[in-house]
Nanobody, 134 residues
Framework: QVHLVESGGGSVQAGGSLRLSCRASGYTANCMGWFRQAPGKQREGVAIIQSGGATWYFPPVKDRFTVSQNNAKNIVNLQMNSLDAADTAMYSC??????????????????????????????WGQGTLVTVDS
């Protein structure tokens, strides 16, 4: 059974940094990454890393956030720097073992989630809250 467990959320002052981690158990992912959803807003893709190391970022975070993975490809990290109030959201880990499902996540990160169709090949964590105080 697949489990994705996030850690590292919390509160931080604007301009500060946080590091999120997600551990996948029972799972070797083809891709792992992060989505976020703020209250009253649509879910956004934040960053995705493929098992081979290629990365995709939501343009507004590209110069501030860095996604990485461990060698075993079962932990994904998100280093978030220069945080501002607009980054306040519930951050959820996303993963898939399937290339087509990963491609959908990559498109959602780069171009928006409006067309994202979530299937049984997508797996999600429960989320960790990030609050940035301005």
């Amino acid at each position: 059974q697949v489990h994705l467990v996030e850690s590292g959320g919390g509160s931080v002052q604007a301009g500060g940094s946080l590091r999120l981690s997600c551990r996948a158990s029972g799972y070797t992912a083809n891709c792992m990454g992060w989505f976020r959803q703020a209250p009253g807003k649509q879910r956004e893709g934040v960053a995705i890393i493929q098992s081979g190391g290629a990365t995709w970022y939501f343009p507004p975070v590209k110069d501030r956030f860095t996604v990485s993975q461990n060698n075993a490809k079962n932990i994904v990290n998100l280093q978030m720097n220069s945080l501002d109030a607009a980054d306040t959201a519930m951050y959820s880990c996303a993963a898939s073992r399937r290339k087509h499902a990963c491609a959908a996540l990559m498109r959602a990160v780069a171009g928006g989630t409006a067309g994202l169709v979530i299937t049984e090949d997508h797996h999600w964590g429960q989320g960790t809250l990030v609050t940035v105080d301005s």
